[in-house]
């Protein structure tokens, strides 16, 4: 299956100034795949070293992290040669190794010629604690998410609409209707498949739902036993109640996150380290809100008001154990949460295309659901479940900062109107 990875990592292959890559995100969006993958392709060999399969590895790193130590026993480990430029290093799980991580410092430093990428689940949990020493400044970094809408319509044989569905958000001009409905249908298989590439290669060979929710309850699974295996004793089931009301949260009318629903007069100073693990671990992402439109946004935000969305679509649906076809036909049942199942999947799509995203309100309670930096310019984008795309909150946005012209995405087809970009929701990958 094709990974928008892999352009990322042939310019890293390329460059004179590449430094060892720390490949970084949640369990099972495919970092391992798209590395060995990449390898195979692009090297004459992979070293291929995994700490959590391969515990006694650690003592290797116990003596001695210079690489002029370390290449001969790897290549013994490895039963094979490692060479200069020609072999890939790979070590995977490598927070289990807080001495492997410190030894990129070394290979930085003293053999630049080596290429190496590592790889880990909760490599922002691990980094983040006081004992780890972190190669500051002498690493590259890029952080890999699930599937996003437009890898998953590759994966089912779309590249015909794929690229009539870019088009038209260039040109603005609507898609055919047919293909239209087609992409909208493909959108919701997505909602309810997510981005999971197990998840998506088992939909692209059997179309069976059921198959699939249960690969999503088992990495959901993995996740629970990441939080009782890597956290603090304390803080495992604050953990695991704040991941479990998230998606409770996400039905209500106004997402932004409150401590007061995870338990009867629950603090930010009970759960904010919870939430903190679970950011840091990929499972979920925070956007705050931004108290001014200026530039730069960051400088804005208010550090008390935020969202709280969750990485994958498919997980989201299993973890509210939504029926594949409530979602696929958006039944009225589910009418409470349409919407925010559409504002996190369009957080999950802008994410993925490197946006930091932010969302505004005002004093009289108008609200814009993301607000991003686009090609220099502060850009609001709305998000609406269906076709009823009356905004009054991007009316009042545009009058008061007068933007030089606004995102609408929800079900209707592309277009341009009153300085307002009309886009599909299964567009979102083009923005």
């Not at 001695?64 to 290093?89: C, F, M, W």
């Amino acid at each position: 299956m094709y990974r928008k990875i892999m352009n990322f990592l042939e310019t890293w292959r390329e460059n004179k100034h590449r430094k060892p890559l720390i490949l970084q995100g949640a369990r099972q969006v495919g970092k391992t795949y798209s590395i060995l993958e990449f390898g195979r392709k692009h090297y004459d060999n992979v070293a291929y070293f995994n700490f959590e399969t391969n515990p006694r590895l650690n003592q290797t790193f116990e003596e001695n992290i210079s690489p002029d130590y370390l290449i001969p026993i790897l290549s013994h480990i490895a039963g094979q040669t490692i060479v200069r430029e020609k072999t890939l290093i790979v070590f995977d799980e490598v927070q289990l190794c807080e001495r492997a991580l410190t030894s990129l410092k070394y290979f930085c430093e003293d053999a630049p010629d080596y290429h190496i990428i590592v790889a880990g689940s909760l490599l922002g949990v691990a980094v983040n604690r006081v004992e780890f020493s972190f190669p500051v400044g002498k690493v590259d970094m890029k952080t890999m998410y699930p599937m996003d809408v437009e890898e998953f319509m590759l994966a089912l044989g779309e590249e015909m609409l794929v690229a009539q569905i870019r088009k038209s958000f260039e040109t603005n001009m609507p898609l055919a209707s047919a293909l239209h409905d087609v992409a909208m249908q493909l959108y919701r298989q997505y909602l309810v498949v997510g981005g999971m590439p197990e998840c998506v290669m088992q939909f692209a060979q059997t179309r069976d739902y059921i198959l699939v929710r249960h690969t999503q309850d088992t990495i959901l699974a993995s996740y629970l036993n990441d939080m009782s295996k890597y956290n603090n004793l304390n803080e495992i089931k604050k953990t695991r109640l704040a991941y479990d009301n998230i998606t409770v949260q996400l039905s209500k009318r106004n997402t932004r996150f409150q401590y007061k629903l995870l338990k009867k007069g629950g603090r930010a100073s009970e759960f904010e380290n919870a939430i903190e693990w679970l950011c840091l671990s990929g499972i979920v992402s925070q956007v705050y809100k931004v108290e001014q439109i200026r530039k730069p946004l960051e400088n804005y935000r208010d550090i008390d008001a935020f969202k709280i969305y969750v990485s994958d679509l498919g997980l989201l649906c299993a973890k509210k154990d939504l029926a594949a076809n409530d979602v696929l036909y958006m039944v009225d049942e589910i009418n409470d949460f349409k919407g925010g199942m559409a504002e996190n999947y369009v957080n999950v799509q802008l994410s993925m295309n490197g946006y930091k995203t932010y969302y505004w309100e005002s004093e009289r309670g108008a609200e814009i659901d993301f607000v991003i930096q686009r090609d220099g310019q502060i850009i609001p984008i709305e998000v609406k479940s269906a076709d009823n795309t009356k905004a009054k909150s991007l009316k009042v946005y545009m009058e008061t900062y007068k933007p030089a012209y606004a995102i609408k995405l929800s079900s209707k087809n592309f277009g341009f109107e009153d300085g307002k970009k009309i886009v599909p929701l299964y567009a979102a990958f083009c923005i």
